[in-house]
C-alpha cells in the first residue's frame, strides 16, 4: 500500500480548525482541541499537517505527552523542539519557551494530553505560555478529554475551536481503497460496507483490511474483488466491535 495520506473528512475538518485558530479576531481565544477515539487517525492528521506547516517556514512545535510526565519532562520536551537544553529553574525554560514562540510565530501541538490533564502545574504552564504569546495552542486527545479539560476552567475558557474525531463512513473507506492500494484492483462496495462496519470506522483497522485485500489480489491475479470473491477470507480480529 502507498504510504500517504488521503484527505478524508477529519484531515480537512483539522486543517479548517487550525486555519480559523491562525485567522481569528484579536478577541477569540486561540487553544483548540482534536479529540476522538484510539485508531481514528489524530496523531497521523496532525503529524501530517505539522509537516506541512513546516514546509511552508510555520515552524510549529510537536510534542508527544508520556504517562510518565511531570511538569519538568514536559518542558524539556518543549524546549528539544526549539533546539534547545532544559534552563533552571523551570521558569527559564517556560521564560525561553514564550520568548522563542514570540520571535518565531510558532504555534504548538500537544498529543496524547490525556496525560498531563491531571496535572495542575503542567497545565497551568500551558495556559501561561498561551496567554504570554497568544499565538495557536492544540491539544490532541482521547475521547474523554473534553470533559476533563472542563474541570479547567481558566483554560476550557480559552477553547474556541474544537472537533472530535468521527469514525470513517463509507465514502472515507472508498477514498483510501481509492488512493492507497498500489495495484489496480477495485473494491466491491459490499465489501467495503463491511470493512467500515467491522472495523468501527477505526481507521488502523480499515487500512489493515485493505492491506489483506491487495495481498489477496495480487497472489491470485485479481483486478476485482467483493465480498463473495473474498469469501470467508479472515480481515480482523474475532473480537466485538461496535457497529456504525
Known sequence: MKHKIVEVKNVLRTQDMFANLQSR????????????????GKTTTVTYMVNQLTSMGNLPAFVRCCATDTPSSFLARVMKELGCEPIFPLRKSVDFIINTM??????????????????????????????????PVVLIGMEEIARRISHRKQLFNRISEWIEF?????????MFATELLEIDVTVGEDLLDYIRQR???????????????????LSNELDFVDKAVWGDGQLFLNHSRRQV
Not at 472495523?199 to 489480489?217: C, D, H, N, P, Q
Open 102 to 135: 514570540n520571535e518565531q510565530q510558532i504555534s504548538l501541538f500537544v498529543d496524547e494530553a490525556d496525560h498531563i490533564i491531571g496535572q495542575s502545574k503542567t497545565m497551568e504552564t500551558i495556559r501561561d505560555i498561551y496567554d504570554a504569546t497568544e499565538l
Open 25 to 40: 479576531s484579536d478577541i477569540t481565544p486561540g487553544i483548540g482541541l482534536i479529540h476522538g477515539a484510539s485508531g481514528f
Open 166 to 174: 468521527m469514525p470513517a463512513d463509507n465514502e472515507d473507506v472508498s
Open 199 to 217: 472495523s468501527g470506522g477505526e481507521v488502523r483497522r480499515t487500512l489493515i483490511a485493505l492491506e489483506k485485500i491487495e495481498r489477496f489480489a
